[in-house]
């Protein structure tokens, strides 16, 4: 069955480091997202992607990177300048026009330990 | 600003009752569309409607509807008869621009948890 997942379920992460949490879709979607869930905040837009490589900030990429080399590849990096990286991420992909097509992994929890 | 507005962070409904959750946008495109999403403690986003702003008519799912009052920039999501599995974080999000291809990001509001009680 066609869908996103998303690697791994849980992360921890020591102060200082880099982590990069996966993103695989084998929907053939154009367009991926990674989103940001903190308690009582909602989905915040970190990064996404129209293309292969290429990619835009979305509103809180700051501390954030990512790569989209492979259509079906959407990976994000964590780097050490995210001062509060703690939350719930998701990654997300869509098609074109079709408003009905936007598809959502099961998420990655990260904690900074 | 924001863009979308969930002003209720918390509801406690009866089972069986009927149910509005409020959300409300601000855009100034005129081609926009307005989607519902529920997301369960394990935090999958599970589509459950999604209202066009040129449909005509209020979108229905099920026991899903969406009350689009589009010159108040309101589109709340009407859950009939609510059973205990309904419990969790529901969000309103916004695509605008949906005539230009590349603006297919999603803007969310804040959420409501929904809890049903028995």
């Known amino acids: 069955d066609g869908g996103i997942t998303q690697s791994p379920k849980y992360l921890f992460r020591k102060e200082g480091q880099n982590v990069t949490l996966s993103c695989e879709q084998n929907l053939n979607h154009d367009a991926m997202y990674w989103y940001r869930q903190d308690p009582g905040q909602g989905l915040r837009l970190i990064y996404y992607?129209?293309?292969?490589?290429?990619?835009q900030k979305g509103d809180i990429a700051e501390g954030y990177s990512v790569s989209r080399e492979k259509k079906e590849s959407f990976p994000l990096t964590v780097t050490s300048a995210q001062k509060n990286p703690t939350a719930f991420y998701l990654c997300a992909s869509s098609i074109g026009r079709d408003m009905y097509g936007y598809t959502f992994g099961s998420g990655t929890r990260l904690t900074v330990v | 600003a924001q863009k979308i507005t969930q002003t209720q962070p918390g509801m406690f409904v009866q089972e069986k009752e009927a149910v509005t959750l409020d959300c409300t946008y601000d855009?100034?495109?005129?081609?926009?569309?307005l989607f519902w999403y529920k997301q369960p403690s394990s935090g999958e986003m599970i589509f459950l409607i999604y209202q066009g702003s040129y449909d005509q008519q209020n979108a229905t799912e099920g026991r899903y509807s969406l009350n689009f009052q589009k010159a108040r920039k309101s589109a709340n999501l009407v859950i009939s008869a609510s059973q205990l599995g309904d419990s969790a974080m529901y969000f309103c999000?916004?695509?605008?621009?949906?005539?230009?291809?590349?603006?297919?990001?999603?803007?969310f509001g804040t959420g409501t948890r929904l809890t049903i009680i028995p």
């Open positions: 999000a916004m695509r605008e621009g949906l005539s230009n291809f590349g603006n297919e990001k999603l803007t």
């Open positions: 855009t100034s495109d005129p081609s926009y569309g």
């Open positions: 992607s129209q293309i292969v490589n290429d990619f």
